[in-house]
Nanobody
Framework: VQLQASGGGLVQAGGSLRLSCAAS????????MGWFRQAPGREREFVATISWSGSNTYHADSVKGRFTVSRDNAKNTVYLQMNSLKPEDTAVYYC?????????????????WGQGTLVTVSS
């Protein structure tokens, strides 16, 4: 599976962005998908994950209520809708795919990674 993240950019605090992650291959619907982020000088951290069917999602406490992960298996794409953005959300955002067995928050559970897209939130 090859992953291509897009949709990053510069936005003011309080604004919104939607990230997309397009996947190649015909088995996209069998993968659990996740979003992670890495801020300058910090370790990469979990943001959100979604099950293969989209019926189960889990978001980090730091983004809960502001970010929403979703997927469209017909389009081989997973999304991260980010609202009420804060300067501390500034980071490179990565999408990742996991063969399971279930949704997870640990990087080691993910088998494939996209190249990342930069989100900058100005105050």
């Amino acid at each position: 599976v090859q992953l291509q993240a897009s949709g990053g950019g510069l936005v003011q605090a309080g604004g919104s962005l939607r990230l997309s992650c397009a996947a190649s291959g015909r088995t996209f619907s069998s993968y659990y998908m996740g979003w992670f982020r890495q801020a300058p000088g910090r370790e990469r951290e979990f943001v959100a994950t979604i099950s293969w069917s989209g019926s189960n999602t889990y978001h980090a406490d730091s983004v809960k209520g502001r970010f929403t992960v979703s997927r469209d298996n017909a389009k081989n794409t997973v999304y991260l809708q980010m609202n009420s953005l804060k300067p501390e959300d500034t980071a490179v955002y990565y999408c990742a795919a996991s063969r399971g067995p279930g949704i997870g928050v640990q990087e080691r559970l993910y088998d494939y990674w996209g190249q990342g897209t930069l989100v900058t939130v100005s105050s």
